[in-house]
Each structure stands twice: as C-alpha cells, then as structure tokens.
C-alpha cells in the first residue's frame, strides 16, 4: 500500500524564520509529487513535481524532490503569519492519478 | 473562472439517516475525485470518475456509500444509512486531463464539506 509521511506533524515560528517541511513516500509506479497549502477550506495547489533534483519556485517557497531517496522538502524563507496554514504533501503512485497524502504539516507562524 | 464548489459546507445527521453530498467541479474537467479526511487522520481517496464513468472505485469504504456523476457534470455522494464512522470532512477535486494524458493532471480541491453523525 501505498504510504507518505510528512515530518514535523507541528511547527510554531516567528515572522521572519526559514522553515523546511519533509515529505517521505513509498509508492509504486510513482509519477509525481505535489504540495497543497490548507488554509481554512480548500487545499489549494503550491507545487508538482516529477524530476528529481528540479528545484520549482514560487515568491518565497520552493520545492524540491529526490527519486532516490524517495522524498521532497518544501522551504519557505522569511515566513509571514499569512504562511501559517496546513501543508500537505500527497503522491499519485498508482493508476488512475488517485492521491496518497500525507497527515500534513501544521505550521504556525507567529509574530 | 470559478473553483471547485461543494454543498452543503456542514451537515449534521443523525445516526441512520441518509445524507447527500454534491460537488460541482471546474467546468470543463472531465475528471471528478472523492475524497475524505476523518479525525486526526490523513486524506484519504474514495473514487474518482472520468466524465460519467467509475474509473476506480476502490476507496469507497463499504456499500452505504453510492457516488454517481450524471451527464457528467456535477457529482454527488449519499450516505445511507449514515454511521458514527461517517464522520469527517468530504472533499471533491477535479482535474482536466488526469491519467488519460499519461501524466499527473493537477487536481485542484473544493472546500470540503464537514459531515457531523451523531
């Protein structure tokens, strides 16, 4: 079965503080990763990854993924409170582009 | 152009009672996901269809559980009847191409909607 974990489940900061969030999976016949940013309501889409080594951008957050090493990191540089959210890592690894996810990543940005 | 919409926000029934979830997806997306996160636990996929079609159905949890998606267009899931269990947030996604483009198609969510059985 197909499986992802995301590390730290929880992390306070302060306005200004870089962060890295992590994401490990296990899947089969895997054809990428992506990052979801939940705020309130919807999770909305930050990044999709297929090749390692890629770094993708976006304002003060990147991405990155490892093949290899079967993970992904997202950073976030000079952290806002309106970065405070739940972020979510998820993998499409099986037919039928369903997503495997992981628990998310709560991050509090305090200031 | 609007997102992913999802009615009600919040539903809250009692257990035995049947309850009915819709999902109005981008228009134009042929592909339509169901997903569902329970407490303190991770999303997880229900089904997901291709226009009106049941392309995989492998996550819905037990036969209480009917999704359909006439026409094509909007979708919706009953609970019936509902259980304790049934409790936690449902959410919708669609996307434009999916696996029939031979590669991930991003899937872009509604808000959810939070379901109460008591």
């Known amino acids: 079965e197909d499986k992802v974990v995301q590390s730290p489940l929880s992390l306070v900061v302060h306005e200004g503080d870089t962060v890295t969030l992590n994401c490990s999976y296990e899947?089969?016949?895997?054809?990428?990763l992506l990052w979801y940013k939940q705020e309130k309501k919807a999770p909305t889409f930050l990044f999709m990854l297929?090749?390692?080594?890629i770094e993708k951008k976006s304002g003060r957050l990147s991405s990155i993924l490892d093949k290899k090493e079967l993970f992904s990191i997202l950073n976030i540089t000079a952290t806002q409170t309106g970065d405070s959210a739940v972020y979510l890592c998820?993998?499409?690894?099986?037919?039928?582009?369903?997503?495997?996810f992981g628990e998310g990543t709560q991050l509090t940005v305090n200031p | 152009e609007a997102g992913v919409t999802q009615f009600p926000s919040h539903s809250v029934i009692e257990k035995g009672q049947t309850v009915t979830l819709r999902c109005d997806p981008i228009?134009?997306?042929?592909?339509l996901y169901w997903y569902r996160r329970v407490m303190g636990k991770e999303i997880k996929f229900l089904l997901h269809?291709?226009?009106?079609?049941?392309?995989?159905e492998s996550g819905m949890p037990n036969n209480r559980f009917l999704a359909e998606r006439t026409g094509g267009t909007y979708s919706t899931l009953k609970v019936q009847p509902a259980e304790l269990e049934d409790s936690g947030v449902y959410f919708c996604?669609?996307?434009?191409?999916?696996?029939?483009?031979?590669?991930?198609?991003?899937?872009?969510f509604g808000p959810g909607t939070r379901l109460t059985v008591l």
């Open positions: 899947v089969t016949n895997f054809r990428s």
């Open positions: 297929t090749s390692s080594g």
């Open positions: 998820a993998v499409d690894g099986a037919s039928g582009s369903r997503l495997t």
């Open positions: 269809f291709v226009k009106e079609s049941k392309q995989d």
């Open positions: 996604a669609s996307s434009q191409d999916g696996w029939l483009a031979g590669d991930t198609d991003t899937q872009y």
């Open positions: 228009s134009g997306h042929d592909n």
